[in-house]
Antibody, heavy 119, light 109 residues
Framework: EVQLVQSGAEVKKPGESLKISCKGS????????IGWVRQMPGKGLEWMGI????????RYSPSFQGQVTISADKSISTAYLQWSSLKASDTAMYYC????????????WGQGTTVTVSS | DIQMTQSPSSLSASVGDRVTITCQAS??????LNWYQQKPGKAPKLLIY???NLETGVPSRFSGSGSGTDFTFTISSLQPEDIATYYC???????????FGGGTKVEIK
């Protein structure tokens, strides 16, 4: 079964760093792009960026460039989203999702990771 | 950057009704338009890809059409299990971007 399994919920204080993960299984992890999507409480979906684990080619939405870092470790089929200094406005649900080979869409999604940033 | 305008932002319809949602791109995106369903507390699910192709396992009451800048998503006969928020998403290759529309919340009247 093809699946993406994300790390668990996080509660952090402003200024702290954080790295959440997304582990792929059931397919060739290095052959598909993995994207990250933010959903703030009660709001819509926002595309943050995407990485190709095969060569770590990474692209960011202009809205998120410089705010987060996307990375991947192909040896353990895991992609990451990290912050160096969290803000309260980073409180959201974060989803990873796979972009199909040569596709324009995201066909497999993780279950989501809730990040809460509060003092 | 390509902007996506989705409408309406919400709608209420009866079981069995035909429901239509539109998505407009700020520039020509060919058929690079996808539709997702998100039920409360769940991850989004791909329903339609490349404007009109039904994802495997998705009921045939869901359909999509359009090309260029104007796209339509239709539920031919609304069912109680279709209560969700629906999002369009465009794909741009240069630069690589997958931008979502604002979403349409579908409720039962």
């Amino acid at each position: 079964e093809v699946q993406l399994v994300q790390s668990g919920a996080e509660v952090k204080k402003p200024g702290e760093s954080l790295k959440i993960s997304c582990k792929g299984s059931g397919y060739s992890f290095t052959s598909y792009w993995i994207g990250w999507v933010r959903q703030m409480p009660g709001k819509g979906l926002e595309w943050m960026g995407i990485i190709y684990p095969g060569d770590s080619d990474t692209r960011y939405s202009p809205s998120f460039q410089g705010q987060v870092t996307i990375s991947a470790d192909k040896s353990i089929s895991t992609a990451y989203l990290q912050w160096s200094s969290l803000k309260a406005s980073d409180t959201a649900m974060y989803y990873c999702a796979r972009r199909g080979v040569g596709a324009t869409s995201m066909d497999v999604w993780g279950q989501g990771t809730t990040v809460t940033v509060s003092s | 950057d390509i902007q996506m305008t989705q409408s309406p932002s919400s709608l209420s319809a009866s079981v069995g009704d035909r429901v239509t949602i539109t998505c407009q791109a700020s520039q020509d995106i060919s058929n690079y338009l996808n539709w997702y369903q998100q039920k409360p507390g769940k991850a989004p699910k791909l329903l339609i890809y490349d404007a009109s192709n039904l994802e495997t396992g998705v009921p045939s009451r869901f359909s999509g059409s359009g090309s260029g800048t104007d796209f339509t998503f239709t539920i031919s006969s609304l069912q109680p299990e279709d209560i969700a928020t629906y999002y369009c998403q465009q794909y741009d290759n240069l630069p690589l971007a997958l931008t979502f529309g604002g979403g349409t919340k579908v409720e039962i009247k």
